[in-house]
């Protein structure tokens, strides 16, 4: 047999590869945006209680053609500035009017951070002369992590404005890093309009936090490296104070102009100043609160989050008088730029009075970039060390602690009374099996390279484990919660869309929580009472007027007997709830 043909060698097209190779940081993040967020992004239905809040806004707006004002169940909403509803409302004219469309923002925005904290990895490694050891590996390991925790998924899959502020807020800290480490004015100078430009759009998606908190970031981070005054005068502060206020006082002023001082107390006194010095909705929490949150919100990663900003404190080189202020050098500032970024997200929210977990999200990039730096670091290592081991070790209980909690969800999921039968749905669906097996596999698999020395590897592990569990865990559960929680509801919104008459009044009236989606689903205005004790004076004051003669009430069968409602038809049964009509005059 003639080998000579396979001996020879072969000749690679430079061509091709350089193809394949700039193709593929685009597979990446679309198999990351795909897996995280966008894989059965519609196959539920809106979760109550805020995402509807958002999504019936931005309904009113395609139904009156006020883009300046938003409102929910026919009373303004100044809750949020108007950039999600703008994005919600033309997702409804160009796909439907949906939850798939709802939520449409918020997965770009989660897949765009993910690309852009590749971007900025990649440029990062390529000019740090200390990543020459795997440089190619940092992006691919940063963008998974940025993707693939906790808190990023939930609020990357969910109609909120939240991710859309996230990408905002952290685009405009990406975009100014970037415009701090060119060498070149010219592409400085874009940069850092970018800057401006997302720190404009965060304002619109949030409020002043989103100019408040970046700003502050970058002049401590400055001061930091003793580069304040040259890195003002970089970023031409003036003319990006221009560009900032073309992109956010239009809406401003407008929406001032048709509500007054209504806007002004409501957005900037009650959702702004007042949730900073005051408990506002009951969102009170322990000061520690956020801690508790970044460290269940970025597993699997968190575990390895006080190496990464260990290794970053240990760095003498940031802090020696005159050992930053080489361009050549601002590269290796990533980290405590992230440092920083994290530590004021962090501080900022713990001294803030109002605790939502949302809060903390703009925290999560940074962490990611921390971890991801320290990951890379690791892998330059040839004896691993004592933060790896501890990292890796605490990784290994709490993937044990998860496979335990997966394993035994069936029995505290039932006590939730809106949804009673989710524990019996979860333990037929198998998922405390998966969940488990994926969990203490994880644990195995680490085990396995702890005992053949290869700890630094660990990170594959963390991969797969973090991908079965989105995949055969998470997205099948959420799908549960759904039938057994929202799903009802959307059946009878259905029915009451069917059978209203023109003069019916709609009352959901129950102890428990306000369902917005309702609002939503069956597009008119509803009344809440969310005390059954004020059901019967609600009935008897309508008992004084002439319309509507018969109220359509979504109601429990334990409130119906709490308020003494006698007197009604029973229409539908769905889940927990019922549906009725109560004729006004035979109420009682």
Request: with cysteine.
């Amino acid at each position: 047999m003639n080998f000579a043909p396979l001996l020879k060698p072969r000749i690679v097209d430079n061509a091709k590869l350089s193809w394949i190779a700039r193709l593929l940081p685009f597979v990446w993040i679309g198999f990351l945006g795909w897996l995280a967020f966008f894989h059965r992004l519609g196959a539920t239905g809106l979760l109550d209680e805020t995402e509807p809040l958002f999504a019936e806004a931005a309904r009113q707006m395609t139904v009156t053609g006020d883009w300046i004002t938003p409102y929910f169940n026919g009373v303004t909403r100044f809750d949020k500035p108007p950039l999600i509803y703008w994005l919600m409302a033309i997702a409804y004219q160009m796909f439907g009017t949906t939850a798939w469309a709802a939520r449409l923002p918020s997965a770009i925005a989660a897949t765009l951070l993910t690309g852009f904290c590749f971007y900025v990895l990649r440029k990062v490694a390529q000019q740090n002369a200390n990543a020459a050891a795997r440089p190619a590996l940092l992006p691919y390991l940063g963008s998974a992590i940025v993707a693939l925790n906790l808190e990023m998924l939930f609020f990357g899959r969910l109609g909120y404005s939240d991710m859309l502020l996230n990408v905002c807020f952290s685009g405009a800290l990406l975009s100014f890093f970037m415009g701090y480490i060119q060498s070149l004015a010219p592409n400085k100078t874009r940069w850092y309009f970018g800057f401006y430009s997302l720190m404009a759009l965060a304002v619109l998606a949030k409020g002043p936090v989103g100019v408040v908190l970046p700003g502050a970031i970058v002049l401590i981070f400055l001061a930091c490296v003793r580069n304040l005054r040259s890195g003002l005068e970089e970023m031409k502060v003036v003319p990006g104070a221009v560009v900032f206020g073309l992109i956010t006082l239009p809406w401003y002023g407008l929406v001032y102009l048709a509500n007054g001082s209504a806007f002004i107390n409501s957005f900037f006194g009650l959702h702004n100043v007042e949730r900073f010095t005051r408990v506002v909705n009951q969102h009170s929490g322990a000061w520690y609160f956020h801690l508790v949150i970044v460290f269940v919100g970025f597993l699997p990663w968190s575990l390895m989050l006080p190496a990464a900003i260990a290794q970053v404190l240990g760095q003498k080189r940031w802090r020696e008088p005159d050992g930053v202020d080489q361009q050549s050098d601002r590269t290796e500032q990533l980290g405590l730029f992230a440092l920083i970024w994290f530590a004021v997200i962090l501080t900022f929210f713990t001294i803030a009075v109002t605790k939502y977990i949302t809060y903390s999200l703009p925290a999560i990039p940074a962490a990611a970039l921390l971890v991801a730096l320290w990951w890379q670091q690791q892998m330059t290592e040839r004896r691993s060390s004592l933060w790896l081991i501890g990292s890796v070790y605490a990784a290994l209980a709490v993937s044990a602690v998860l496979g335990s909690c997966a394993f035994y969800s069936p029995q505290w999921l039932m006590s939730d009374p809106a949804m009673p039968n989710l524990g019996r749905a979860v333990q037929a669906a198998g998922l405390p099996i998966v969940g488990a097996g994926i969990w203490f596999g994880n644990a195995i698999a680490g085990l396995v390279l702890v005992v053949r020395r290869q700890m630094k590897w660990f990170w594959n592990v963390n991969f797969v484990a973090i991908a079965a569990f989105i995949i055969f865990f998470i997205t099948p559960a959420f799908e549960l919660v759904d039938q057994q929680r929202q799903l009802p509801l959307r059946q009878i919104a259905e029915t009451v869309r069917q059978i209203r008459e023109p003069n019916d009044a709609i009352v959901m009236a129950t102890n428990l929580f306000e369902k917005p989606s309702l609002v939503f689903y069956t597009q008119q205005p509803i009344t809440f009472i969310n005390r059954v004790r004020f059901i019967q004076p609600y009935l008897e004051e309508l008992e004084t007027q002439a319309q509507p003669s018969s109220v359509l009430m979504i109601t429990t069968s334990e409130s119906l007997r709490a308020a003494n409602v006698t007197h009604y038809q029973l229409i539908q049964n769905a889940g927990i709830y019922q549906l009725v009509r109560v004729s006004i005059r035979e109420a009682g």
